[in-house]
């Protein structure tokens, strides 16, 4: 029989080989593989199955046309996707993302973190990803409207409440919920637990549009006091002004730390006594404008063309919020310089494999999306009990939840640490602990 080495280095050749144009996928996969190893060699049976060269592949991927009329009456041509990447674990469950950039390798990647990241939360949830590579900026309301309309339309003939649960991502917001509800509801006639994030009105869950932002404050304020520090006094930079950063911004406040930067993907805005949070939500959720609407409005605030990740002044700690890759080894050494301790990941994957080698090597407190972020989809699921009991529960009722399910993952985290003897290695943690009970799901349901 192989080594546990010698099998993991052959199941990545092999994907390398054929998915060898997926850059983000295969990225993705060599993280986890670089810290699977142990699990490995404690069970056997892994290999036995071969169940790693089942793991990266997804169960199945839909990709359709989705024609749109924009207002001056030309027909648009976009590229829809549903990755239903595994259902070990329950029903596919992971959002929408619209976004220029939108392809197969980014869905793969973010359905494969999906799987493992539903798993840590112990509810019952498999994992999958979706979108378009259609562009929301600069669109208007109807077109947003006829675009989420068009994606519907095809989409819903692979999902339902007990199948494939879409939410939000990037671009993809409670209105865009709202509109793609509607068009499923017209095709198929009510189900509100077909989709999670939805307004309040349509059955949404109230602590949905927080809860990534804040459960990774509860994650990452949990990881500080396990050793020995808190948000309390500290100084934080965020990227992105979305959904996730600005919830996550504002619980990070209420903690007691000064958010003195935040980003959008043209440029950041910085101000050393904190950034006045009511001001920018306004902007972002009510005007839907630009950083730079803040700026001329904050005289004490300065903003800057380029990546929020090449500011050079001293901070506490950092939480990436925006995009994959955001950061790279460079503005990694860049924050280690600026005498960041702590990176804790709202966005998914937004730190290279080279950045995260650098935390490491520089004995940084790294909490890593799989984990951090997962307060967004374990919400999602207190909404789909709310909507099959048909009951709606108090926001304080959701944020206990969310909290305890934030406090859960990083203790099981802790404890795989210890069993595994992985000191404050917890990005194996996690994808360890994640990786053993998607295993275990699927070699009990049998694997072929
Ligand atoms: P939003 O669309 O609400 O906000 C995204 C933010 O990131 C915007 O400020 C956007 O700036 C910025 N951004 C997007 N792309 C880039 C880029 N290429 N470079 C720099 N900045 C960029 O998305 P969310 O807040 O919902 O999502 C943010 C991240 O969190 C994503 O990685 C997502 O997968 C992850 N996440 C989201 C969850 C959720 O519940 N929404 C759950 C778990 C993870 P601009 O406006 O200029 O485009």
């Known amino acids: 029989m192989m080594s546990s080495i010698e099998y993991i280095e052959s199941v990545y050749q092999k994907l390398e080989k054929r998915d060898s144009h997926q850059k983000e996928f295969l990225q993705a996969i060599k993280e986890f593989f670089n810290t699977i190893q142990p699990a490995i060699e404690k069970n056997p049976e892994i290999i036995k199955w071969n169940l790693l060269e089942q793991i990266v592949e997804p169960e199945r991927i839909f990709s359709f046309r989705v024609p749109w009329l924009d207002d001056q009456q030309n027909v648009q041509v976009n590229k829809g996707f549903r990755v239903q990447f595994n259902s070990a674990m ?15 390798s980014i869905l793969k990647f973010l359905g494969f973190e999906q799987t493992f990241k539903n798993s840590l939360t112990g509810l019952p949830i498999g994992g999958g990803k979706g979108g ?14 006829r675009f989420c309309q068009s994606y519907m339309t095809e989409l819903q003939k692979y999902i339902g409440p007990a199948t494939d649960i879409p939410a939000g991502d ?5 209105r865009e919920i709202g509109y793609l509800y509607g068009q499923y509801k017209r095709l198929n006639g009510a189900h509100s637990g077909v989709l999670t994030g939805k307004p309040i009105l349509l059955n949404g869950s109230l602590a949905r549009t927080e809860a990534t932002g804040y459960g990774l404050i509860y994650y990452t304020e949990e990881m500080l006091q396990a050793n020995g520090k808190s948000f309390q006094g500290q ?4 990227s992105g002004s979305g959904n996730v950063a600005i919830y996550a911004a504002m619980k990070a406040q209420e903690y007691g730390a000064t958010v003195v930067a935040v980003s959008d993907s043209n440029g950041y805005i910085y101000d050393s006594n904190g950034i006045d949070l009511l001001l920018l939500k306004e902007i972002k ?14 005289e004490l605030s300065t903003y800057q063309e380029g990546s929020v ?17 955001e950061i790279d080894r460079y503005q990694a050494a860049t924050l280690i310089k600026n005498g960041v301790y702590c990176v804790s990941e709202g966005a998914n994957m937004p730190s290279s494999i080279e950045a995260i080698e650098l935390y490491q090597e520089n004995n940084l407190l790294y909490g890593p999306s799989k984990a951090a972020n997962a307060g967004g989809v374990a919400t999602s699921t207190l909404e789909m009990a709310q909507n099959a009991q048909h009951s709606h529960w108090s926001f304080e009722q959701v944020d206990v939840e969310l909290k305890k399910i934030m406090i859960n993952i990083f203790k099981q985290v802790e404890d795989t640490c210890v069993e595994y003897d992985l000191g404050r ?20 349901q049998g694997v072929v």
Request: charged share 25%.
């Open 132 to 145: 378009a590579d259609f562009d929301p900026k600069g669109k208007s309301e109807t077109e947003i409207m």
């Open 235 to 238: 100084q934080v930079v965020i």
């Open 90 to 104: 329950g029903p596919y469950k992971g959002g929408l993302r619209f976004h220029p950039t939108v392809n197969e």
């Open 425 to 444: 290695n917890y990005l194996a943690g996690v994808n360890i602990h994640s990786f053993l009970t998607v295993a275990e799901a699927m070699i009990s």
């Open 285 to 298: 959720e009510v005007r839907r404008g630009r950083l730079t609407e803040y700026a001329k409005e904050k």
């Open 309 to 325: 990740w090449d500011l050079e002044t001293a901070y506490d700690i950092a939480l990436p919020c925006a995009t994959q890759n």
């Open 170 to 174: 990037i671009g993809v917001g409670k």
